[in-house]
C-alpha cells in the first residue's frame, strides 16, 4: 500500500505554505494540494507536488475531491491560509478526522463578531462599530472622536487596514474597501479606536501558550508588519497579563484545539485584544519559533492533523530569534546589492531577496509589499535584533 495522502486545502503563496507539503512528507504521508489555481504556488513545480483541481470555495466540493483520492487513504486535512482553514476544517470532521472546531473558526474570521462575542464574556476589545455604508463609518468616527482604525470585518495580512483621523478620512477609505477600489472587496466595515501601545502576538497549540512574539509596524496611517522578534521581553506582569488575556479569548470563542495566532496592543499597561486568527502566525513567525525553541510548529499541525504524536523539539537551549522584512517601496528595480555583506554578518541565520533588476513592483500597504527578509538567532534578544536590523541595512534595493 502506497503511503496515505495529506490534503492542503489552497496555501498561503509566501511563509509556511511549502513548509507544510514537506512536513506532511517527513510524516511518511503524500501532499494533495486541492486548488483553483496551482499556478499561484511556484513550490509546486518545485517539490513535485500532487494537485487535484476543486472549487475550494465550496465545501462539499472538498468534500468529494477528498474521497475521491482512492484507497491509499487521507490521513489528515490542513491548510496554511486562513482563508481556507474552516473549510478544511469541517471537511476534516466530516470525514471523522482530528480537526479544530469550524464554528469557531468561522467566528474569529468574522473581526466584528469576535468583537462582540469577547466583550460579552468580559475580554477587553477596543471600542467598536460595524458598520455596512461609508456614512455609518463617517458617523462611528464621529463619535469616537479621536483617530479610529478603519478595516475590513473579514481579511488578512494588513489588507485594507488604515488609520483615519477624522470622518471624512474615514467615509472615503470606507467607500473604497466597499467597493473593492484597490483593495478586497469589504461587506462590513469595523471601525474601532486606535490603541498606540506596543503590539504583540501569541502564539497558541492547543490552548497551550507557545511563547509572545514583540511585533514591529511600519508608519501610520498603514499597518504594514516590518518585522519580529521571538520571544518577546515579556517577563513578569506583562506576559502574565497577556497570557491570561489570550487564553479567556479562546475559552470565549471556543478555539481550544488546534493552532491560533491571537494579536494585542497595550492599552496603557493592560492588553487589548485585536484579533484571533486560527492558525499559525504568518510572517514566518513559526520559523523564529523553531530558531529559538527548537519547536517545528508546522509539523506540530500536520502531525495533529493526521491524529499523529507531534515531533519531539530539539533538545538544546532556548535562543532568540528575530526577523526584518525587505520593503523597498513602488517603482522599477534598478538593482539589488548588499545580500553577501547581510549575509556574512555576525548571528545572521537566513537572507533572502525575492526581487531582481528589472521588475516592476507596487505597494499594497500589505503583507504583499515584503520582498525578503533577514533572520537572526542569538542567545540574548539585544544581539539578535541588532543582527537583524545590521543585515537588513546592508541590503539596498534601488528603484527608477
Given at each position: 500500500?502506497?503511503?496515505?495522502?495529506?490534503?492542503?486545502?489552497?496555501?498561503?503563496?509566501?511563509?509556511t505554505?511549502?513548509d507544510?507539503?514537506?512536513?506532511?512528507r517527513?510524516?511518511?504521508?503524500?501532499?494533495?494540494?486541492?486548488?483553483?489555481?496551482?499556478?499561484?504556488?511556484?513550490?509546486?513545480?518545485?517539490?513535485?507536488?500532487?494537485?487535484?483541481?476543486?472549487?475550494?470555495?465550496?465545501?462539499?466540493?472538498v468534500?468529494?475531491?477528498?474521497?475521491?483520492?482512492?484507497?491509499?487513504?487521507?490521513?489528515?486535512?490542513?491548510?496554511?491560509?486562513?482563508?481556507?482553514v474552516?473549510?478544511?476544517?469541517?471537511?476534516?470532521?466530516?470525514?471523522?478526522?482530528?480537526?479544530?472546531?469550524?464554528?469557531?473558526?468561522?467566528?474569529?474570521?468574522?473581526?466584528?463578531?469576535?468583537?462582540?462575542?469577547?466583550?460579552?464574556?468580559?475580554?477587553?476589545?477596543?471600542e467598536?462599530?460595524?458598520?455596512?455604508?461609508?456614512?455609518?463609518?463617517?458617523?462611528?468616527?464621529?463619535?469616537?472622536?479621536?483617530?479610529?482604525?478603519?478595516?475590513?470585518?473579514?481579511?488578512?495580512?494588513?489588507?485594507?487596514?488604515?488609520?483615519?483621523?477624522?470622518?471624512?478620512?474615514?467615509?472615503?477609505?470606507?467607500?473604497?474597501?466597499?467597493?473593492?477600489?484597490?483593495?478586497?472587496?469589504?461587506t462590513?466595515?469595523?471601525v474601532?479606536?486606535?490603541?498606540?501601545?506596543?503590539?504583540?502576538?501569541?502564539?497558541?497549540?492547543?490552548?497551550?501558550?507557545?511563547?509572545?512574539?514583540?511585533?514591529?509596524?511600519?508608519?501610520?496611517?498603514?499597518?504594514?508588519?516590518?518585522?519580529?522578534?521571538?520571544?518577546?521581553?515579556?517577563?513578569?506582569?506583562?506576559?502574565?497579563?497577556?497570557?491570561?488575556?489570550?487564553?479567556?479569548?479562546?475559552?470565549?470563542?471556543?478555539?481550544?484545539?488546534?493552532?491560533?495566532?491571537?494579536?494585542?496592543?497595550?492599552?496603557?499597561e493592560?492588553?487589548?485584544?485585536?484579533?484571533?486568527?486560527?492558525?499559525?502566525?504568518?510572517?514566518?513567525?513559526?520559523?523564529?519559533?523553531?530558531?529559538?525553541?527548537?519547536?517545528?510548529?508546522?509539523?506540530?499541525?500536520?502531525?495533529?492533523?493526521?491524529?499523529?504524536?507531534?515531533?519531539?523539539?530539539?533538545?538544546?537551549?532556548?535562543?532568540?530569534?528575530?526577523?526584518?522584512?525587505?520593503?523597498?517601496?513602488?517603482?522599477?528595480?534598478?538593482?539589488?546589492?548588499?545580500?553577501?555583506?547581510?549575509?556574512?554578518?555576525?548571528?545572521?541565520?537566513?537572507?533572502?531577496?525575492?526581487?531582481?533588476?528589472?521588475?516592476?513592483?507596487?505597494?499594497?500597504?500589505?503583507?504583499?509589499?515584503?520582498?525578503?527578509?533577514?533572520?537572526?538567532?542569538?542567545?540574548?534578544?539585544?544581539?539578535?535584533?541588532?543582527?537583524?536590523?545590521?543585515?537588513?541595512?546592508?541590503?539596498?534595493?534601488a528603484?527608477?
Amino acid at each position: 500500500m502506497r503511503r496515505p495522502w495529506f490534503a492542503l486545502v489552497e496555501s498561503n503563496t509566501t511563509g509556511t505554505g511549502r513548509d507544510f507539503a514537506e512536513a506532511a512528507r517527513r510524516q511518511g504521508m503524500r501532499p494533495v494540494l486541492l486548488t483553483r489555481a496551482p499556478e499561484r504556488y511556484p513550490y509546486v513545480a518545485e517539490l513535485g507536488l500532487d494537485v487535484r483541481p476543486v472549487d475550494t470555495t465550496d465545501e462539499e466540493a472538498v468534500l468529494a475531491a477528498c474521497r475521491d483520492l482512492g484507497s491509499d487513504g487521507l490521513a489528515g486535512i490542513s491548510s496554511s491560509s486562513e482563508v481556507f482553514v474552516r473549510v478544511a476544517a469541517a471537511v476534516g470532521r466530516s470525514l471523522g478526522l482530528p480537526a479544530p472546531d469550524p464554528g469557531a473558526i468561522a467566528l474569529c474570521r468574522d473581526k466584528a463578531e469576535t468583537r462582540r462575542h469577547l466583550a460579552r464574556h468580559g475580554v477587553a476589545v477596543p471600542e467598536f462599530f460595524a458598520c455596512t455604508t461609508p456614512a455609518m463609518v463617517e458617523k462611528a468616527v464621529a463619535e469616537l472622536a479621536e483617530p479610529a482604525v478603519v478595516k475590513p470585518s473579514q481579511g488578512t495580512g494588513s489588507q485594507g487596514v488604515r488609520v483615519c483621523d477624522d470622518p471624512a478620512a474615514a467615509g472615503w477609505w470606507a467607500r473604497r474597501l466597499l467597493h473593492g477600489d484597490g483593495v478586497p472587496a469589504a461587506t462590513t466595515v469595523l471601525v474601532e479606536r486606535e490603541i498606540r501601545g506596543p503590539e504583540y502576538s501569541v502564539e497558541v497549540i492547543d490552548g497551550t501558550v507557545v511563547g509572545i512574539t514583540a511585533k514591529h509596524v511600519g508608519s501610520r496611517p498603514y499597518f504594514v508588519e516590518t518585522g519580529h522578534d521571538f520571544p518577546a521581553r515579556t517577563s513578569g506582569p506583562r506576559g502574565a497579563a497577556l497570557r491570561s488575556t489570550t487564553l479567556a479569548a479562546l475559552r470565549a470563542v471556543g478555539l481550544t484545539t488546534g493552532p491560533a495566532h491571537v494579536e494585542l496592543r497595550l492599552d496603557g499597561e493592560e492588553p487589548c485584544l485585536i484579533e484571533i486568527n486560527p492558525r499559525l502566525a504568518g510572517g514566518l513567525i513559526p520559523r523564529l519559533v523553531g530558531r529559538a525553541l527548537g519547536r517545528d510548529l508546522v509539523s506540530e499541525v500536520v502531525a495533529q492533523a493526521a491524529g499523529r504524536p507531534s515531533p519531539t523539539p530539539d533538545a538544546r537551549p532556548e535562543r532568540c530569534s528575530s526577523i526584518r522584512f525587505l520593503l523597498p517601496g513602488e517603482g522599477t528595480v534598478a538593482s539589488v546589492s548588499g545580500l553577501d555583506l547581510a549575509r556574512s554578518g555576525r548571528h545572521v541565520d537566513e537572507v533572502v531577496c525575492t526581487v531582481s533588476p528589472g521588475m516592476r513592483l507596487e505597494v499594497e500597504h500589505s503583507f504583499k509589499d515584503r520582498r525578503g527578509h533577514v533572520i537572526s538567532v542569538a542567545d540574548r534578544p539585544e544581539d539578535a535584533v541588532a543582527a537583524a536590523e545590521h543585515a537588513r541595512g546592508c541590503i539596498e534595493i534601488a528603484m527608477s
